[in-house]
């Protein structure tokens, strides 16, 4: 093994779990998350040899632009489902027992997000301040509040079935 091929395995190591996150958040069914991560960690590796910086902000923005990519090119291929609910009223019910459905129906009604927007909701779940979000995605941090509070109505609309 060369030295690049033991300090990439080093990266994906360290970053595994945030690889395996974003295209959680990108795959329709589970088993579409492996295929993902794969397509992932090919542009994580054409990335790496040319990466002067490698980060996790550059680990994040390098896996969800692979899912983006694949994800239009699936888009393109069926339509959208229509929204459902919103974040906020799934997660009011903190019944323990339901706690895990309501995670997952949060999960599933993120799923059919645009992929840009769901791409800002999975960094902010992730905790990450807005700054970063705006790094990563390329925009603005004022853009990136402007979208979560925009996506955040969105989501309202679809809970209430409009």
């Not at 009011?92 to 129906?105: G, P, Q, T, V, Y």
Request: hydrophobic share 35%; proline share 2%; charged share 30%.
């Amino acid at each position: 093994m060369t030295e690049q091929e033991s300090k990439f395995t080093e990266l994906v190591r360290e970053y595994k779990n945030t690889i395996y996150t974003v295209c959680m958040m990108f795959a329709d069914k589970p088993e579409d998350t492996d295929d993902l991560v794969q397509e992932a960690l090919i542009n994580l590796w054409r990335g790496f040899q040319k990466a002067d910086d490698v980060c996790k902000s550059w680990v994040w923005r390098v896996s969800m632009n692979s899912c983006i990519t694949i994800d239009r090119k699936r888009k393109k291929r069926s339509s959208e489902c229509p929204l459902t609910a919103d974040m906020e009223s799934v997660m009011n019910n903190c019944d323990e027992s339901d706690r895990n459905n309501n995670i997952k129906l949060l999960y599933d009604r993120i799923h059919q997000l645009n992929a840009f927007d769901r791409a800002i909701v999975m960094l902010w779940l992730e905790g990450m301040p807005y700054e970063e979000i705006g790094d990563i995605v390329g925009i603005t941090t004022k853009n990136v509040s402007v979208r979560l509070i925009r996506i955040n109505e969105q989501l309202k609309k679809m809970n209430n079935g409009k």
